[in-house]
T-cell receptor, first 110, second 113 residues
Framework: GQNIDQPTEMTATEGAIVQINCTYQ??????LFWYQQHAGEAPTFLSY????GLEEKGRFSSFLSRSKGYSYLLLKELQMKDSASYLC???????????FGKGTTLSVSS | DVKVTQSSRYLVKRTGEKVFLECVQD?????MFWYRQDPGLGLRLIYF???????EKGDIPEGYSVSREKKERFSLILESASTNQTSMYLC????????????FGPGTRLTVT
């Protein structure tokens, strides 16, 4: 079967660093996506990892370990606007639909 | 900029009605998807289409059908709406030929009473 796990909720303060973990067990693997979704809005693309290692993009970084079935999204210098849900999604095969985790709701306080 | 639009942001229908949700994308994407999103359950795939007139069932196709007569348009049909179909419906599209990000529409919040 397919399983993608991530924490349901996390809290952090402005200026801090937070790491959102995602573990997956799928019958195929062709890459892992992270999306951000603000309340009442559509998910927007943050990052894509297909090879092991860290991908950095400004304040956001994403890491992948294929052997461990593990990824994390690292958010630095947190801002209030980073309060959102963060969705981990796996592509099993090129050209097919993504399998989404249930999302992690991050609340950033001042 | 990729744009995915959905016909309504909010929709209220009665039990038993036939409901059409429309999605249009302007980037000539081959792949289009319909998801529903419910609290605690995340995004679940209903149907996807990889070409005109082609469709594949997702994880929860029961009670739904789809239509893709033109490349840019993908419609979700609830044949006879039921209260358990009250949900947020999200359409997405992506390019084909590899693994590409999906672009999402703003969503339609459907309430069935």
């Amino acid at each position: 079967g397919q399983n993608i796990d991530q924490p349901t909720e996390m809290t952090a303060t402005e200026g801090a660093i937070v790491q959102i973990n995602c573990t997956y067990q799928t019958s195929g693997f062709n890459g892992l996506f992270w999306y951000q979704q603000h309340a009442g809005e559509a998910p927007t693309f943050l990052s894509y990892n297909v090879l092991d290692g860290l991908e950095e993009k400004g304040r956001f970084s994403s890491f992948l370990s294929r052997s461990k079935g593990y990824s994390y999204l690292l958010l630095k210098e947190l801002q209030m606007k980073d309060s959102a849900s963060y969705l981990c999604a796996v592509s099993k095969e090129a050209g097919t639909a993504l399998i989404f985790g249930k999302g992690t709701t991050l609340s950033v306080s001042s | 900029d990729v744009k995915v639009t959905q016909s309504s942001r909010y929709l209220v229908k009665r039990t038993g009605e036939k409901v059409f949700l429309e999605c249009v994308q302007d980037m000539d994407h081959e792949n289009m998807f319909w998801y529903r999103q419910d609290p605690g359950l995340g995004l679940r795939l209903i149907y996807f289409s990889y070409d005109v007139k082609m469709k594949e069932k997702g994880d929860i196709p029961e009670g739904y059908s789809v239509s893709r007569e033109k490349k840019e348009r993908f419609s979700l049909i609830l044949e006879s709406a039921s209260t358990n179909q009250t949900s947020m419906y999200l359409c997405a599209s992506s390019a084909s030929g590899g693994t590409y990000e999906q672009y999402f529409g703003p969503g339609t919040r459907l309430t069935v009473t």
